[in-house]
């Protein structure tokens, strides 16, 4: 079965610094990967996925994620955090059926 | 409508309580899936609908979790003699079309389920 991993708890920038948040996944044939962005007390929000092609892909709110087949890393990033990024942000990984696994969750905080 | 639609979107219910938790996809999305998240956790998967056909049922944690679809629309997510660790939110989610898994899933605000 397909899984992913977010080896950080919570990830720490300051406001026009880039962000990076890491993802690693594991699967059988071809990874489908996506980002989602949670605001408390909201549900997940799309944020980009990768399906094949280009290995970077950019997403919404100024995000961009890089899939490296080498690596099975799928890595979040953003060249000048604002505060308002400040969210839990969790890494999915859908292979060849319907259930779609999710990593545990980074904690992304962008300080002032 | 324009998003999926969850209700109640706060339950607390006493032990032993069954609760019904109501899905409303988005307009014409042929998958439908709900995941449970426990607190400071990711989604855990709990079942999928292709219309009103019941193809994964392998994330239910106990025959106490029931899932259904009649009409290939709406969900209802039924827990009967609720516990304390059935506490969690419970999202549901909708995707376009089926056979092609880079489809996006689209997640409700989800149904914050308290058991006492």
């Known amino acids: 079965a397909q899984s992913v991993a977010q080896p950080e708890d919570q990830v720490n920038v300051a406001e026009g610094n880039p962000l990076t948040v890491k993802c690693t996944y594991s699967?059988?044939?071809?990874?489908?990967l996506f980002w989602y962005v949670q605001y408390p007390n909201r549900g997940l929000q799309f944020l980009l996925k990768?399906?094949?092609?280009?290995?970077l892909v950019k997403g919404s709110y100024g995000f961009e994620a890089e899939f490296n087949k080498s690596q099975t890393s799928f890595h979040l990033k953003k060249p000048s955090a604002l505060v308002s990024d400040s969210a839990l942000y969790f890494c999915?990984?859908?292979?060849?059926?319907?259930?779609?696994?999710f990593g545990a969750g980074t904690r992304l905080t962008v300080k002032p | 409508g324009a998003g999926v639609s969850q209700s109640p979107r706060y339950k607390v219910a006493k032990r032993g309580q069954d609760v019904a938790l109501r899905c409303d996809p988005i307009s014409g999305h042929v998958s439908l899936f709900w995941y449970q998240q426990a607190l400071g956790q990711g989604p855990e998967f709990l079942t999928y609908?292709?219309?009103?056909?019941?193809?994964?049922k392998s994330g239910l944690p106990s025959d106490r979790f029931f899932a259904e679809r009649p009409e290939g629309s709406v969900s209802t997510l039924k827990i009967q003699r609720t516990q304390q660790e059935d506490s969690a939110v419970y999202l549901c989610?909708?995707?376009?079309?089926?056979?092609?898994?880079?489809?996006?899933?689209?997640f409700g605000e989800g149904s914050w389920l308290t058991v006492v």
């Open positions: 999915a990984v859908r292979g060849n059926n319907n259930d779609m696994r």
């Open positions: 609908f292709q219309n009103e056909a019941q193809l994964d």
């Open positions: 990768y399906i094949t092609g280009d290995n």
């Open positions: 699967v059988s044939g071809n990874p489908y």
């Open positions: 989610a909708s995707s376009p079309s089926t056979g092609v898994t880079g489809n996006t899933i689209y």
